[in-house]
């Protein structure tokens, strides 16, 4: 957390987890819900900020 204000750290602590719920295949509104974004799209937004990479993408990690 050295160097981060509290929002910054908390929403990357989301990102990991909704990573790691993404890779376990749940559906992208399941996955916003569960670490407290209101929808997907928001989600998707801060995902795609915070990696530069879309849903889509990070899922093909997985093949």
Not at 26 to 53: F, H, K, N, P, S
């Amino acid at each position: 957390m050295l160097g981060k204000s509290p929002l910054p750290y908390f929403q990357d602590l989301r990102v990991e987890h909704a990573q790691a719920l993404l890779h376990g295949g749940m559906d992208l509104e399941a996955v916003a819900a569960q670490v407290g974004y209101i929808d997907g799209a928001t989600l998707g937004a801060l995902l795609r900020q915070r990696t530069g990479r879309g849903v889509r993408d990070l899922r093909a990690d997985l093949r």
